[in-house]
């Protein structure tokens, strides 16, 4: 089976700290994969896409990197906020399927 | 930019009634998806369709049923309503069903009492 595995379940920083978000996936044959941040109750707002010929995306203070042929992605948010206190989604799609596999999230809190 | 647009944003229904959620993709794009989130889940997929045709299935129940229509929206039909059935509906399109990103709408709510 396909599974999308987030470690650790939740994470709290204080603010200025680098975040490390980590998502392994137990099949190397993927399409892409997408970091999303989530606020309670909220909707998903994507943040990096990284198709399965990329090792890396960056926007702003995130940076996601893919090494397929482990099964990992890492998403890295630089001197963190109390903004960025959210729950942090990655997603699959892998190669034979259309949907995207989700991870159960990773639930950030940024300390002022 | 135009986005994925969802309606209604809030349902609440009582047991055994019937919804049904909107889905309006981003202009051309010809892809579906249904992912269901209840509390503290991760989102589950449902259903996706493609050039107006079912393309994938995952866990939906067999009282659960959609269509895409003529002008690419999708309509996620729900009958005999349970206390389950409470989550966090959101709909996703994108532009073919190879690589291309899926972009999220911003949910509905659907609460079953």
């Known amino acids: 089976k396909q599974e999308v595995t987030q470690i650790p379940a939740a994470l709290s920083v204080p603010e200025g700290e680098n975040l490390v978000l980590n998502c392994s996936f137990t099949?190397?044959?993927?399409?892409?994969l997408q970091w999303f941040r989530q606020d309670p109750g909220k909707g998903l707002t994507s943040l990096l896409l990284i198709q399965s010929s990329q090792r890396e995306q960056t926007s702003g203070r995130l940076n996601a990197s893919l090494d397929k042929s482990s099964g990992r992605s890492t998403l890295y948010i630089a001197a963190s906020q109390p903004g960025d206190s959210a729950t942090y989604l990655c997603a699959v799609r892998f190669s034979n399927d259309y949907k995207l596999s989700f991870g159960a999230g990773t639930t950030v809190t940024v300390r002022a | 930019a135009a986005g994925v647009i969802q309606s209604p944003r809030h349902l609440i229904k009582e047991k055994r009634e019937t919804a049904t959620l909107k889905c309006y993709p981003i202009p051309r794009h010809d892809t579906v998806y249904w992912y269901q989130q209840g509390p503290g889940q991760d989102p589950q997929f449902l259903i996706s369709?493609?050039?107006?045709?079912?393309?994938d299935k995952g866990s939906i129940p067999d009282r659960f049923s959609a269509q895409q229509f003529s002008d690419y929206h999708s309509e996620l039909n729900m009958s005999s309503l349970e206390l389950g059935d409470s989550a966090l509906y959101f709909c996703?399109?994108?532009?073919?069903?190879?690589?291309?990103?899926?972009?999220f709408g911003p949910g509905t709510r659907l609460t079953v009492t």
């Open positions: 369709f493609y050039e107006k045709m079912q393309s």
């Open positions: 996703a399109s994108s532009r073919g069903q190879g690589v291309n990103e899926q972009y």
């Open positions: 099949d190397s044959a993927i399409y892409n």
